[in-house]
């Protein structure tokens, strides 16, 4: 098995865990692994990682390195094309692979993989973690009627027609992808997942960020991850600006992404100052970080259900944690708090709804508990790692038994 994506372990954004939970599973199973990544952190200018090494049995080999890092879209299309380059090189003089597990990172690697099979024979799974172009149509800086938007579209769809499988994270994707024309069987719903038994609940009273942070008694609400262009961060400053004074609560932002300034200065130039500002944590003390919040946030802009699925949901889940979303109740993060009862829903632009969520957990602490363990209890049963990975070992073998 051959693994595709511009991030990989020890990169700690979703889609590198996602890849590096995925590649030690197959490994555990017997299969042999090859991941080509990066030589860059994501988001970091230079090489910082080796070229190759092995980890635990994967086998991973290193190409490229971003040399002007994301400034501006010129210089990310720049450092992507010597990934492409450099990346489907080393594919191509590796030996021949069964099957290749693409991303969605950068956009379009998927071509590299149909190269591959065209030449190699190796057959490949489209792993869809966001949609392009309609990620930067959705969040304004391409039009939908655009000549640009209309190749690139065009591409994707001779991407996705061309796989194996395709594997789509929730339903509102899964709609999506289907409406660009793509048959029903090649696509597989795998959602992204957590591992319950790497991610447990960890007591405030013992848990060491709340002592480093001095939280003490207060609600911790905290955002972690991605602060990206498709996530809603106007309905969450606005709420956080009007409960600022409140001081039963206390907001951390923990992570990076482009929104992420843009936030931190919305609330500065507010006169808000009484929040956490801390950087990507190492995986290693995710339960503690997760398990740190008595509330977590997650958003979505209007219109960007299926395009993308934030993953951060079922870290919380597995931390035992309530979460309050920002964006359409339509999108997939929504319906599974809705059918687990494990948080509220907002819509985007809501700071009212958003105000009464908050308080309502700042002023009922027993529902925070309670939520927690219904989502928690969920995962368990259909949404955790064991399930989405049983579900990856029976796509890849199938496909393996075609070669």
């Known amino acids: 098995?051959?693994?595709?994506?511009?991030?990989?372990?020890?990169?700690?954004?979703?889609?590198?865990?996602?890849?590096?939970?995925?590649?030690?599973?197959?490994?555990?199973?017997?299969?042999?692994?090859?991941?080509?990544?990066?030589?860059?952190?994501?988001?970091?200018?230079?090489?910082?990682l080796a070229k190759r090494e092995v980890?635990?049995?994967?086998?991973?080999?290193?190409?490229?390195?971003?040399?002007?890092?994301?400034?501006?879209?010129?210089?990310r299309a720049c450092d992507f094309l010597f990934f492409y380059i450099l990346a489907l090189w080393r594919a191509l003089t590796l030996?021949?692979?069964?099957?290749?597990?693409?991303?969605?990172?950068?956009?379009?690697?998927?071509?590299?993989?149909?190269?591959?099979?065209?030449?190699?024979?190796?057959?490949?799974?489209?792993?869809?973690?966001?949609?392009?172009?309609?990620?930067?149509?959705?969040?304004?800086?391409?039009?939908?009627?655009?000549?640009?938007?209309?190749?690139?579209?065009?591409?994707?769809?001779?991407?996705?027609r061309r796989a194996d499988r395709v594997v789509v994270l929730g339903r509102c994707m899964e709609s999506l992808v289907l409406s660009k024309g793509i048959p029903a069987s090649k696509l597989v719903r795998i959602n992204v997942w957590s591992d319950q038994e790497?991610?447990?609940?960890?007591?405030?009273?013992?848990?060491?960020?709340?002592?480093?942070?001095n939280v003490g008694d207060r609600l911790l609400v905290m955002y972690s991850g991605n602060f990206g262009i498709g996530h809603d961060i106007e309905t969450m400053a606005d709420g956080v600006t009007q409960l600022a004074?409140?001081?039963?609560?206390?907001?951390?932002?923990?992570?990076?992404?482009?929104r992420k300034p843009e936030l931190i200065d919305i609330l500065k130039s507010r006169g808000v100052t009484g929040f956490i500002d801390a950087p990507y944590q190492p995986r290693e003390r995710l339960d503690e970080l997760l398990s740190a919040a008595d509330v977590h946030l997650a958003s979505l802009k209007?219109?960007?259900?299926?395009?993308?699925?934030?993953?951060?949901?079922?870290g919380v889940l597995a931390a035992s944690r309530p979460v309050v979303y920002v964006g359409s109740?339509?999108?997939?993060?929504?319906?599974?708090?809705a059918e687990e009862h494990c948080g509220a829903v907002v819509p985007c632009g809501d700071s009212a709804r958003f105000?009464?969520?908050?308080?309502?957990?700042?002023?009922?602490?027993?529902?925070?508990?309670?939520?927690?363990?219904?989502?928690?209890?969920?995962?368990?049963?259909?949404?955790?790692?064991?399930?989405?990975?049983?579900?990856?070992?029976?796509?890849?073998?199938?496909?393996?038994?075609?070669?």
């Open 55 to 75: 980890v635990q049995g994967v086998r991973i080999e290193r190409v490229s390195a971003s040399i002007f890092g994301k400034s501006s879209i010129l210089a």
């Open 329 to 337: 109740p339509s999108g997939e993060v929504a319906r599974v708090i």
């Open 198 to 213: 790497e991610i447990k609940p960890i007591a405030r009273e013992a848990n060491a960020y709340r002592r480093e942070w």
């Open 1 to 48: 098995m051959l693994i595709l994506n511009q991030c990989f372990y020890p990169d700690v954004v979703a889609t590198a865990q996602h890849g590096w939970d995925l590649a030690l599973h197959l490994r555990k199973e017997g299969h042999e692994i090859t991941a080509i990544a990066s030589r860059s952190i994501y988001g970091a200018k230079g090489a910082s």
């Open 95 to 160: 030996p021949k692979h069964d099957v290749c597990v693409v991303f969605t990172t950068p956009p379009f690697i998927s071509l590299a993989s149909w190269i591959l099979r065209l030449i190699r024979g190796t057959r490949y799974v489209y792993w869809v973690m966001d949609l392009y172009p309609d990620v930067p149509v959705v969040c304004g800086v391409m039009r939908k009627d655009s000549l640009a938007t209309r190749f690139f579209e065009g591409v994707n769809r001779f991407c996705l």
């Open 245 to 258: 004074s409140d001081p039963r609560i206390l907001f951390a932002f923990v992570g990076g992404g482009k």
């Open 355 to 403: 105000i009464e969520a908050i308080l309502g957990y700042a002023n009922d602490r027993a529902s925070v508990d309670a939520d927690g363990a219904r989502g928690r209890a969920a995962l368990t049963e259909k949404w955790g790692a064991s399930h989405a990975l049983a579900k990856w070992s029976t796509l890849l073998g199938e496909i393996a038994a075609r070669t």
């Open 302 to 314: 209007n219109g960007a259900e299926g395009v993308m699925v934030p993953c951060k949901l079922y």
